[in-house]
Every structure is written in C-alpha cells, then in structure tokens.
C-alpha cells in the first residue's frame, strides 16, 4: 500500500499522462476568448461551476458549449432538472436560427429568429409565419440534426424522476461503457440534486454533492459543468465567492468558478460620492443601482460579463463585451479584449 502511494513509483504512470494527448488536451467551448482565459478549454478531471442570478442566461450559455463541444464530435452528456428535453431542444434551435441569420445577413437584430416558445408551440408551420424565418428555421433544424444532435444525450429529470449522485454516476457509467467515449457532463442545477443522507442542513447536503461531482470529474476522467444558483443579495452586487449559495465548499473544491453578471454591475464598485454633508448617500446610490440594473434587464440584448473567479489551470480575469440575446438564446463574445 505504501509503495502504491509513494511518488517514486508512480513517476511512469505520470509520464504516460503527460504523453498522452487524448487525457491532457483540454475539451475546447469553441468561444475563443473563454477558451484563452481557460489555459485552452475545460480540463479532464475538472469541476466547473457556472453561477448566476435568476434570468441571467447560465442555462443558455452551459447549453452553448455543450452543442459546440457536440459539433466537434464529442458526446455530452446533460441532466435537465429544470428544463425538459424539448426546452432545451428548442433553445438550441432558437440560438441556431440567429447563427445562421447573423452568417447570411452579417448582421442581424433576430427579428426573423424564433424563441424558445414559439418553436414549442410550432409558429413556423403557421400559415401567416414569415418565408424567410421558415427558411432560417429548416437551416437551424438541419444543421442540429446532422451536427450536433447525435452527440447530445439529455437526461430529463422531474418531480416523478429525483435525480440522486448515485444515479448521475451510473448514466456515466453506462455512457462510457456503451459509447466508448467520455463525455462533457453538464448539470442544470447543482441545487436541485436530491441527497439522500439523512441529518444533513441544505448547506451541509450541498457541500457533500459538490465533493461527490468531484470525485466523479476524478474517478471518470473528466469534465463536469454544474450550474449553481446565486444568492438573492447578489442580484445587485459584483459576483464573488460569496455569491454562490449554500456553502463555501464550492469555492474549494471547483477547479474553475464561474459566473454572469449584467456588466452594469461591474460598475456597483466605484469609488464612494459624498453628499453635501460629507457623508456617503448610500440609499440615493442603491437606488440608482437597481434602476441601472432594471434598465439594463429590460434590453432587448443584454450587456453581460463573465467572470472567471477561480482558474487552476489558468488566468483569473473578467471577460466583457458579450451580447447576450435572451430571445435568441446566443451569446456573443464580442473580440474586444
């Protein structure tokens, strides 16, 4: 037992690793500023943990990269507990329909796209629906069929089916065995995990499921992207560690936080004005905060920043001049820095 943990005689093991391209390249997003600020992608053996308020597109974004990893071959492996399948079927087709919108015309506002619920509720095969949109629409249906489709395996999860690390571990389990290829995971979300340990406070049971995602990022070698919810406080604050809710075991065990913001927010950090009686108005600046915040909400393209908190593996840096089309279900990183 010694020997098998002693450095000397894993030196060979290691030195295979460090050979063996298919474990050490990392899996690419195909967003290449993310990609740069990853040291080159999402890492074998890594936990990724994507954060955000309400409404701030972190489905929408975990979703993107998981069908751009599929369009590069490889398998990823999503377990829905919000969302079902023919949501994020949908979601992926809306964001397909501005692609290719945006490739024809260069530069498109989407008004021709489809959203999420109109694709659910089959507005392309209406009589009145527009030409071009039903043209745009088949385009985008073609290209996930023939691209991404056979790459993506959604696990819907509901009321009637908790969803438990047990279970996540034996869907990989099987994936790998079956395909002979070891997926992206992507869990929406980390919150809803049902733990089945009795005696546990929620932040204590939250704590043990991201040691366990973990472990599995571990034992299966590879990479897991899990979505987490924020605190309601950081709705209007800079996104930190403390942002994340439940338990400060995420800020230990990731290997790489993450999280969206409005980039107003980027802002919320400004040097202090005094009021005429020497003192910080504190009310008067937090009420124009949340109106910045109810302004920038409401556009139609929202101005948001991705944040890379924690990065083992590389920079730790904020990336912003992304658009994010809420209707359209794209994110746009902009080439600005």
């Known amino acids: 037992l010694l020997e098998q943990e002693n450095a000397l005689s894993y030196l060979g093991t290691f030195n295979t690793l460090t050979l063996d391209k298919e474990y050490n390249t990392p899996i690419k997003t195909d967003i290449a500023r993310l990609d740069k600020g990853l040291y080159g992608g999402l890492f074998k053996k890594n936990l990724i943990i994507l954060g955000a308020s309400s409404g701030a597109g972190k489905t929408t974004l975990a979703l993107q990269i998981a069908d751009n990893v599929a369009r590069q071959g490889q398998d990823a492996l999503i377990f829905s507990l919000e969302m079902s399948k023919e949501e994020l079927i949908a979601k992926s087709l809306s964001r397909l329909m501005f692609i290719a919108d945006k490739k024809k015309n260069h530069y498109t506002t989407g008004q021709k796209c489809l959203s999420t619920r109109q694709i659910l509720t089959g507005a392309m095969y209406e009589d009145k629906a527009d030409k071009e949109t039903q043209e745009l629409y088949s385009e985008?249906?073609?290209?996930?069929?023939?691209?991404?489709?056979?790459?993506?395996?959604?696990?819907?999860?509901?009321?009637?089916?908790?969803?438990?690390?047990?279970?996540?571990?034996?869907?990989?389990?099987?994936?790998?065995?079956?395909?002979?290829?070891?997926?992206?995971?992507?869990?929406?979300?980390?919150?809803?995990?049902?733990?089945?340990?009795?005696?546990?406070?929620?932040?204590?049971?939250?704590?043990?499921?991201?040691?366990?995602?973990?472990?599995?990022?571990?034992?299966?070698?590879?990479?897991?992207?899990?979505?987490?919810?924020?605190?309601?406080?950081?709705?209007?604050?800079?996104?930190?560690?403390?942002?994340?809710?439940?338990?400060?075991?995420?800020?230990?065990?990731?290997?790489?936080?993450?999280?969206?913001?409005?980039?107003?927010?980027?802002?919320?950090?400004?040097?202090?004005?005094?009021?005429?009686?020497?003192?910080?108005?504190?009310?008067?600046?937090?009420?124009?905060?949340?109106?910045?915040?109810?302004?920038?909400?409401?556009?139609?393209?929202?101005?948001?920043?991705?944040?890379?908190?924690?990065?083992?593996?590389?920079?730790?840096?904020?990336?912003?001049?992304?658009?994010?089309?809420?209707?359209?279900?794209?994110?746009?990183?902009?080439?600005?820095?």
């Open 140 to 337: 985008a249906y073609e290209d996930y069929r023939e691209n991404i489709a056979k790459h993506v395996f959604i696990n819907e999860c509901n009321e009637d089916l908790a969803i438990t690390i047990g279970e996540i571990e034996e869907r990989i389990r099987r994936h790998i065995a079956v395909t002979e290829q070891k997926p992206l995971v992507v869990i929406d979300y980390l919150q809803i995990i049902e733990n089945k340990e009795k005696g546990l406070t929620d932040i204590q049971a939250t704590g043990k499921i991201v040691k366990d995602l973990k472990r599995l990022a571990r034992k299966y070698e590879i990479s897991i992207i899990v979505i987490s919810a924020f605190n309601r406080s950081a709705n209007t604050t800079d996104a930190s560690y403390s942002s994340f809710r439940d338990t400060s075991t995420i800020e230990y065990t990731a290997d790489v936080l993450l999280s969206l913001q409005l980039s107003v927010l980027d802002t919320s950090n400004e040097v202090e004005e005094e009021d005429n009686k020497g003192r910080y108005n504190a009310n008067k600046e937090d009420k124009k905060l949340k109106q910045k915040i109810k302004e920038a909400s409401q556009q139609e393209v929202k101005k948001v920043t991705l944040k890379i908190l924690k990065n083992r593996n590389g920079k730790i840096k904020d990336l912003s001049f992304i658009d994010f089309y809420a209707k359209n279900n794209y994110f746009d990183f902009l080439t600005y820095d």
